[in-house]
């Protein structure tokens, strides 16, 4: 599985990384055959928003945005 984290106007670091990995870890129990995964998160003045995108080995894609 490949995981791709993308920060926008802040840094990843490797603690976040970490956890963002567990998590995901964590996903592929219930969805399983997950090839990839995209995230971005981002951080607008008082807007913080996280972007997933995942691609299954059957060809399904799963998005998910939220935003506080």
Not at 10 to 15: G, K, R, V
Not at 19 to 24: M, P, Y
Not at 46 to 64: D, F, K, V, Y
Request: charged letters at 25%.
């Amino acid at each position: 599985m490949q995981i791709t984290v993308t920060g926008r106007h802040f840094e990843i670091t490797d603690a976040l990384r970490q956890h963002i990995e567990t998590k995901i870890q964590k996903m592929e129990r219930f969805l399983g055959g997950i090839t990839d995964v995209h995230l971005v998160l981002s951080v607008e003045k008082h807007r913080h928003s996280a972007e997933i995108t995942l691609l299954q080995a059957n060809g399904n894609t799963l998005r998910s945005l939220e935003e506080t």
